[in-house]
């Protein structure tokens, strides 16, 4: 399994950006995908997740995120997707996607839970 994230850049305070985060390899029946971000010298931290089975689909946010970011997800694509909306210098930092396809028993805002992870996008948000 592969996973391309791609979608970060440069943009003003208040501004938005959307992340993608594309899987390829396999097909899933069910899975956690989320959203992770590494600032300069900090530990990294969980922003955004979709849980999804074909009885249900859940999301869970950060604090941080409520309100601002909207993670969705497309399964013809195999792509999850952060719009986030209203941005603050504090969100600058790596975004990387991460993929759990065996969920059972596990949280979906955890760092240790996903075993799948890509190559971050670098998000920059200046004053």
């Known amino acids: 399994v592969q996973l391309q994230a791609f979608g970060g850049g440069l943009v003003q305070a208040g501004g938005s950006l959307r992340l993608s985060c594309a899987a390829s390899?396999?097909?899933?029946?069910?899975?956690?995908m989320g959203w992770f971000r590494q600032a300069p010298g900090k530990e990294r931290e969980f922003v955004a997740a979709?849980?999804?089975?074909?009885?249900?689909?859940?999301?869970y946010y950060a604090d941080s995120a409520k309100g601002r970011f909207t993670i969705s997800r497309d399964n013809a694509k195999n792509t999850v997707s952060l719009q986030m909306n209203r941005l603050k210098p504090e969100d600058t930092a790596v975004y990387h996607c991460?993929?759990?396809?065996?969920?059972?028993?596990?949280?979906?805002?955890?760092?240790?839970?996903?075993?799948?992870w890509g190559q971050g996008t670098l998000v920059t948000v200046s004053s």
């Open positions: 390899g396999r097909t899933f029946s069910t899975y956690d």
């Open positions: 979709v849980r999804w089975s074909s009885a249900m689909t859940s999301t």
């Open positions: 991460a993929l759990n396809t065996n969920y059972a028993g596990s949280s979906s805002t955890s760092l240790d839970a996903y075993t799948y």
